[in-house]
């Protein structure tokens, strides 16, 4: 995986998450664009807010999915990446 | 907010103290040889001051079918030769559509809190297009101002109404969604205090700004004890040489303070330090935020409805579009526009091929007529 089990994120405080049913939309106050969450990325955004580790992650979704472990450590680090990358979570330092 | 109708434009009519800032300014701005744009005219009174005033023409653009009532009072007054009717957007009105350049716009642009409605973008395209180089713009300038507000009726009319039991059931999950809703207050009805002296938050200049928007700061400090369920937002315009202001403790206009409300109200002392912000992209939503040391509250029209990713799907720039089963019959009906079909017939097709849009030949006449109105040739000058 791109990120290491122990890595936290933190959700960036320019980010504004509304949850309908199983879905997430997000707008960033900093782009003011739009992002949404599919089931998967939504289950992933919340954990990130309870501050779970990405192997947590990984785990949380290993026991909500019946699928391999492999495939969910790779959507796991494609929706991270993309969050990541729209600046949408930011790691969190630990002390 | 609609403004098809003549009795939507009433309480702006009758705004005295607004018609006399703006009467001052235009006299001000004109000579006999001045050429006005009244922008988004409605009906027309602002035109009818300039010329008043000694206006030589007025062009009074406006979209709405209002402009019609404008034409008659135009009548009225004998000046009908002295005003141009253009109802139309005025980002549809081409270039050179006017024989003189304008010398002034005049216009009613600024919404509660400067930038509800949206229509400040309008102003631009008409000055970027239409405005002499040495024109004038009425107003020319804004400054939008916020404090934080001590407002427990307005909170309990907007958020906390929405708390408990209604019709037998509990709704308090529609709470939040009130709480990031903006709200007009209306300082003759509801008990405003103000928490600290309001502080500037942004200044338009009318003449060179390119967008409509708010991203900023304030830090005040509290000047009383009391309760802050949220901000309060309002604007002054600059008229020639005089501001008129829409502050909660001006003389009253038409315009109203605008209130962002917080999720739970936050108990202030004198000299606590208060940390403002509120950001509002031009067409896009109003965050507004507050922090008094631990407390911090961060609220948004974003969170004000329920939002699917179809529906965010359906925004996006990048979306390639499907068109659907109501798309097709427009689709159909505007090749029918042909000057050889009535509107009847036009429906009865429809009805025939897209019998699940239309349940019944009213309905699809409704939709034709609609149409008819959006798109058929002669709907605007």
């Known amino acids: 995986m791109k990120y290491p089990a122990d890595q936290r994120f933190r959700l960036s405080p320019e980010a504004i998450a509304q949850q309908v049913n199983d879905e997430t939309v997000i707008m960033d106050l900093g782009s003011e664009q739009y992002f949404g969450l599919n089931d998967t990325g939504t289950r992933i955004w919340r954990l990130i807010e309870r501050e779970a580790t990405v192997g947590e992650i990984v785990d949380a979704l290993v026991s909500s999915f019946d699928v391999p472990r492999s495939r969910l450590e790779s959507d796991c680090d494609a929706i991270l990446t993309e969050l990541d990358s729209a600046g949408l979570i930011l790691p969190r330092e630990e002390p | ?109 600024t919404g509660n809190f400067l930038l509800g409605e949206d229509l400040l973008p309008s102003l631009f395209d008409a000055r970027d297009r239409f405005l002499k180089p040495s024109g004038v713009m009425l107003p020319d300038r804004a400054i939008m101002e916020v404090a934080p507000v001590d407002a427990p009726t307005l909170y309990a009319e907007t958020v906390e109404s929405w708390t408990g039991e209604t019709a037998g059931f509990d709704v308090s999950r529609f709470r939040e969604y009130a709480a990031n809703s903006v709200a007009p207050a209306d300082p003759a009805r509801h008990d405003l205090t103000m928490l600290a002296e309001p502080a500037p938050l942004k200044e338009l200049d009318f003449a060179t700004t390119a967008t409509a928007d708010c991203d900023a700061t304030a830090t005040v400090d509290a000047t009383r004890d009391g309760t802050c369920h949220g901000l309060l937002g309002w604007f002054q315009i600059r008229l020639g040489d005089a501001w008129l202001s829409t502050a909660p403790d001006a003389p009253r206009t038409h315009w109203v303070p605008l209130f962002l409300p917080f999720s739970a109200p936050v108990a202030v002392k004198a000299g606590d330090r208060l940390d403002l912000a509120v950001t509002r992209p031009q067409h896009g939503e109003w965050t507004w935020r507050f922090s008094r040391g631990p407390d911090h509250r961060r609220q948004s029209t974003f969170l004000s409805r329920p939002m699917s990713q179809a529906g965010l799907r359906l925004r996006s720039p990048g979306y390639r579009p499907l068109v659907n089963q109501d798309g097709r019959a427009l689709g159909e009906a505007l090749t029918l526009f042909d000057g050889g079909h009535t509107a009847e017939e036009i429906a009865q097709r429809l009805r025939a091929t897209y019998p699940g849009q239309f349940s019944s030949e009213r309905i699809a006449l409704d939709a034709v007529k609609s149409w008819v109105a959006r798109y058929g040739d002669g709907a605007e000058d």
Do not use: C, W
């Open chain 2, 1 to 109: 907010m609609s403004y098809g109708h003549p009795a939507d434009h009433r309480n702006m009519l009758l705004d005295a103290r607004r018609n006399g800032f703006y009467r001052n300014a235009i006299r001000q701005a004109i000579d006999a040889n001045s050429v006005v744009m009244d922008l988004g005219a409605g009906l027309g009174v602002l035109g009818f001051i300039a010329l008043d005033e000694g206006a030589a023409h007025v062009v009074m653009v406006e979209p709405t079918p209002v402009l019609e009532a404008a034409r008659l009072l135009a009548r009225d007054l004998g000046v009908e030769d002295r005003v141009t009717f253009v109802q139309k957007q005025i980002e549809r009105v081409p270039a050179g559509r006017f024989e003189q350049e304008i010398d002034v716009i005049v216009s009613v642009f």
